[in-house]
């Protein structure tokens, strides 16, 4: 306080009362009391504090990268200045951040942006007819023919019509509106844009939100900022993470309790669980969401990702037309999907679509509105989705390629969650379910009594994350940061490491747990 702050001088400076007199002026004037400085000035602190900041963003909270995440920036400077450490690099194996991992970018990809960004190579004959063709139809449909302008606030009107298209032909022909797709930043831009339409209310009235426990930390930090109610339902570990109807059932006459439920979110195939939903699940879904009224958000991010023998994905669209008019007439929903992840792995271009069904046309027009207010997606995102969208076609010259490369990618992303499955589970006290799809395990720790109680106030799979990364350098997500039953305890890690790096990984966790598991035994 002020007045300790004055009480500490007089004893050191008692003997000369003009430095006395300065120090009691120089505390006052930088004080955050509301008073009158010498000049007449008024002294007041800031005007933006942490008790006068909007209480809902504190209670974000983004795992993903969190306090794990900066200890591991912290340490690769450290490497960088000459510390030693008992490894030479940070692996971080915390976020399905392909290209980051070591994965090469998709030649006609990057060869129709290299030319939608730097025009001039339209002229250059290294470049194929294809890629050139598509260029100039993206560049025909942006202002000034530049993706550096502004597009329609909904997405350049080609690109939606060809995810209609793509859209339609993935789902076997059912129809597809390009009215209903939005463009986006991500696939994350769109799922806080539809929770934004779908929040509202007070008290018992408030909006709750279902999401599955294993969570992906974005639905969460999203409920927290918008004022929403989280409702948390969970997904079976003991059956490789499914998803059980009467689990969901359990979970929404709860919290009717004290708020209103009227979002399911689903993720699939999983993240961090990596499940991959059985059709007939999907139909149970739809029919929980119909019964108790629910809009049903579908993230779909990963639907090329899917690895497990006897798995297929399936589109919640295309299962919920082929239920017929009950359904297809009356549920409504988001899907979602992504450039950041399957084959692609295009994180840093933040493109992204969304597809409403079923909307009222009045909220379709105040969604119009809102999107409207960030003015657009990023149009070189727009551009990567229309690729991802609308492949080289069998008569075009890129094609042999593309699809070589698309192939590999995704055969070196089944081979390693096979192989991670295949490890973990050597390892005494650590149980992993198989990845059937999308980039990440889940597995289960288990832990020692005494490293439980070791740290106070501190999450015990934190605390194993934590020591892991100061000792072997490998970057994790502890379970807490994305929700487990009470008294469980896991890690999420991606399989994007190139196979050779992701066996040092593997060994180096292998080694860790059991010294771990030894120290605290």
Known sequence: SVCERLETLWPENHSTPHHYFFGVFQILHTSNMSQEAVNGVPCRGKVLTLDTMNPNVKRVEYAVRGPIVQRAVQIEKELREGAKKPFTEVIKANIGDAHAMGQKPVTFLRQVLALCSYPELLEDNKFPEDAKKRARRILGACGGQSIGAYSASQGIECVRQDV?????????????????????????????????????????????????????????????????????????????????????????????QHCNPRVLCIINPGNPTGQVQSRQCIEDVIRFAKEEHLFLMADEVYQDNVYAEGCAFHSFKKVLFEMGPEYSSTVEMASFHSTSKCYMGECGFRGGYMEVINLDPEVKAQLIKLVSVRLCPPVPGQALLDLVVNPPQPDEPSHTTFMKERTAVLAALAEKARLTEQVFNTVPGITCNPVQGAMYTFPRITLPQKAIDKEAGQVPDMFYCMRLLEEEGICLVPGSGFGQREGTFHFRMTILPPTEKLKIVLQKIRDFHQRFTQEFS
Request: charged content about 25%; glycine content about 8%; overall charge negative.
């Open 164 to 256: 209609a298209r793509y859209i339609e032909k993935r789902d076997g022909g059912i129809p597809s509106n390009p009215d209903n797709i939005y463009l986006s930043t991500g696939a994350s831009d769109a799922i806080v844009t539809m929770l934004k339409l779908l929040v509202c209310g007070e008290g018992r009235g408030r909006t709750g939100v279902m999401i599955s426990i294993p969570q992906y930390p974005l639905y969460s930090a999203a409920l927290a900022d918008l004022g929403a109610v989280q409702i948390n339902y969970y997904l079976d570990e003991d059956k490789c993470w499914s998803l059980d109807i009467k689990e969901l059932r359990r979970a929404v006459t709860e919290a009717r």
